[in-house]
């Protein structure tokens, strides 16, 4: 099948079809995500704490950010080559000068393979994303609960629940659409808010936590496999224990290791080079 578009995307909106969005960080989970048919995957800068073990986002570089981006294109060139790929430019990369951010953009495409990037913030960035667009890099924006701002929002904590908020969120989703993104994320909004911008935009809103009226919906894939024990937010449905299978998985292993049970006959060489050596007791 051939490569889904940001012409793409946007036909899907208008023909009323949802789009299944996930995050990949690494080639191997791209090749899976991908054969199962997901339409657009992320490379999250959720990289930082998902695969990187910080406690925010704020820590992940660009250089990071290409490095897991080109794996995820290699393992995406490997599969179907249908889905669409999204990088996210981290905090600090496009945030001081427009011209820096258009760079780095650029860098994400080039070096990283990314067919598009995503930035955080709504229409203070509406410069940023004009110029990134006008360079030919097509951008996703992100409004509501951006982590990369997480100090100023005062925590991970629901957006947009009072009518001035509401406004303003509705007003930021305006100005990117206004800038030229073809998609935006709205993070952790009221679902009749974010069913309400939907209805508003021209372009696909891609949700999470942002109820079931979006145009799409975005999980990060360590939370719908259930890899991370200890993490279960309410906006998260786990489609998987995966975390548990690899203890159970490697549990068995250890154990067979131990014992002597691995590997057997079948995981063993054998050959005549011993004998010739005479080392055959
Ligand atoms: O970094 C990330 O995983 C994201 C999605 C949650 C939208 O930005
Ligand atoms: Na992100």
């Not at 490569?3 to 899976?32: F, H, P």
């Not at 067919?115 to 955080?120: H, L, Q, R, S, T």
């Not at 303003?168 to 909004?189: P, S, T, W």
């Not at 054998?270 to 080392?279: A, E, K, P, V, Y």
Request: with cysteine.
């Amino acid at each position: 099948p051939k490569r889904l578009s940001v012409n793409d995307l946007l036909r899907m909106k208008q023909a009323g079809e949802k789009i299944a969005m996930v995050t990949a960080y690494d080639a191997t989970m791209a090749r899976l995500v991908d054969a199962a048919g997901i339409d657009v995957v992320l490379v999250g800068d959720s990289v930082g704490m998902t695969q990187l073990g910080h406690g925010s986002t704020l820590p992940v570089t660009l250089d990071q950010m290409i490095h897991h981006c080109a794996a995820v294109r290699r393992g995406l060139d490997r599969g179907s080559g249908r889905a669409h790929l999204v990088c996210d430019m981290p905090f600090g990369s496009y945030q001081a000068s427009v011209d820096e951010a258009v760079k780095n953009a650029m860098r994400l495409v080039a070096e990283g393979g990314a067919e598009a990037v995503k930035v955080e913030g709504g229409h203070d960035y509406a410069e940023v994303v004009r110029r990134i667009v006008r360079a030919g890099v097509p951008v996703m924006g992100h409004v509501g609960l951006t982590p990369q701002s997480v100090h100023k929002l005062g925590g991970y904590v629901v957006q947009g629940k009072d009518q001035e908020k509401a406004q303003q969120l509705l007003a930021d989703a305006r100005a990117m659409a206004a800038a030229g993104a073809y998609a935006v994320v709205l993070e952790c909004i009221p679902a009749e808010l974010a069913r309400f911008i939907t209805r508003q935009l021209p372009i696909p809103t891609i949700g999470i936590g942002a109820g079931v009226h979006c145009d799409g919906q975005v999980l990060v894939v360590n939370d719908l496999l259930g890899l991370d024990d200890g993490f279960k937010p309410k906006f998260v449905r786990r489609y998987g224990e995966v975390g548990k299978a690899i203890g159970e998985a490697v549990k068995a292993y250890v154990s067979d290791v131990r014992e002597a049970q691995f590997p057997a006959e079948e995981q063993s060489f054998h050959g005549q080079s011993l004998r010739l050596l005479q080392l055959v007791e």
